[in-house]
């Protein structure tokens, strides 16, 4: 039948003997070491990465900040 759900999603989906949804979803394959290797060495990567995002939003909110006092002092000496 063409509306009937694939094999995949319905063992996702299936009911565990109370009729509540199963907790348990599908398990992929276990990954080889070298695999599991390249994914953490990914993962640091993407960690350094967001630590570097952070301390450069840092700086520009401290920029932000400065701009924002030289404006406010500019706009105050504008208005005397």
Do not use: T
């Amino acid at each position: 039948m063409p509306n009937e759900p694939k094999a995949g999603y319905s063992a996702l989906r299936s009911k565990n003997s109370s009729g509540f949804m199963s907790s348990r979803a599908f398990q992929p394959p276990p990954l080889e070491n070298s695999e599991k290797s390249e994914l953490r060495l990914q993962l640091a990567e993407a960690q350094e990465q967001c630590i570097e995002m952070a301390v450069d939003a840092g700086d520009l909110q401290a920029e932000i900040k400065a701009l924002r006092a030289q404006l406010a002092d500019v706009e105050q000496e504008s208005d005397e």
